[in-house]
């Protein structure tokens, strides 16, 4: 299982984009959170913004969408050429019937959980989603700290993931850094959101490998984990 790390351009410098994400080509996605002051008490961008994203960033877009009603406003996403777009479970209408939409359209499809949500919903539908989105604050802003109670959940699921074979992506949002990123990894994640700790280092590039080694030295299925999981799984 490879460590992706997706820098978030919240902690970028808004007025000097372009050199921004030609900072970032190191990286496996570029991470666009698109706030709308509703689902969220903070406002960035939208789809028009996100097309000159996605026309000038040396790699594909992550997008992560907290705004309400994304049934009417998702698919917009993934039309303009977004890798990936995620919703939010705590607004969706129909999630699973959007996941298939933006799959149609090309899309990878995203389900986003709050720290509060229950991940149980989602267990029985893994395959519908290629990525869940485990966030590790609330979110709305960049700089907050990680929360260490939803490991329980990133638990759950790589768990369920692994024993039905799925592909599912997992990823984490909020609070990533050196210190937070290896409990990610060892709960199960395989895909990193990291904000301030990419952007706002000196040497982007340094920062993003060295994020990459340490979830890569401590993700769940690195050679050898097979051992602890197989030591957990007979507890
Ligand atoms: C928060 C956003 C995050 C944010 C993470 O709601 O979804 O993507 O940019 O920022 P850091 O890594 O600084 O916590
Ligand atoms: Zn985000």
């Not at 369920?160 to 990533?176: H, P, R």
């Amino acid at each position: 299982m490879t460590a992706r790390i997706n820098p978030s351009i919240l902690s970028a410098d808004f007025a000097n984009m372009q050199a921004e994400l030609g900072r970032i080509a190191a990286a496996d996605f570029v991470h666009v959170d698109v706030m709308d002051n509703h689902f969220v008490p903070n406002l960035t961008f939208g789809q028009q913004m996100v097309e000159r994203v996605q026309a000038t960033s040396p790699v594909p877009l992550d997008v992560h969408l907290m705004i309400d009603d994304p049934d009417r406003w998702a698919p917009g996403y993934a039309e303009i050429g977004a890798a990936s777009v995620t919703f939010h479970l705590e607004a969706a209408g129909e999630p699973i019937a959007l996941a298939r939409h933006l799959r149609e359209i090309g899309a990878r499809a995203g389900v986003a959980i709050k720290p509060g949500t229950d991940v149980d919903p989602l267990l029985d539908y893994l395959d519908e989603f290629d990525q869940i989105l485990v966030m590790t604050v609330e979110p709305g802003f960049g700089g907050q700290s990680f929360i260490p109670g939803t490991m329980h959940k990133l638990q759950q699921l790589r768990k369920k993931a692994d024993k039905a074979g799925s592909a599912v992506w997992l990823q984490v949002d909020g609070g990533i850094q050196p210190g937070t990123i290896e409990q990610a990894a060892e709960a199960g994640a395989d895909t990193f959101v990291a904000g301030s700790a990419v952007f706002g280092q000196e040497n982007v590039e340094k920062a993003i490998g060295d994020l990459r080694a340490l979830a890569q030295a401590h993700v769940h299925g690195r050679p050898g984990a097979g051992m602890d999981r197989a030591v957990s799984a007979s507890r």
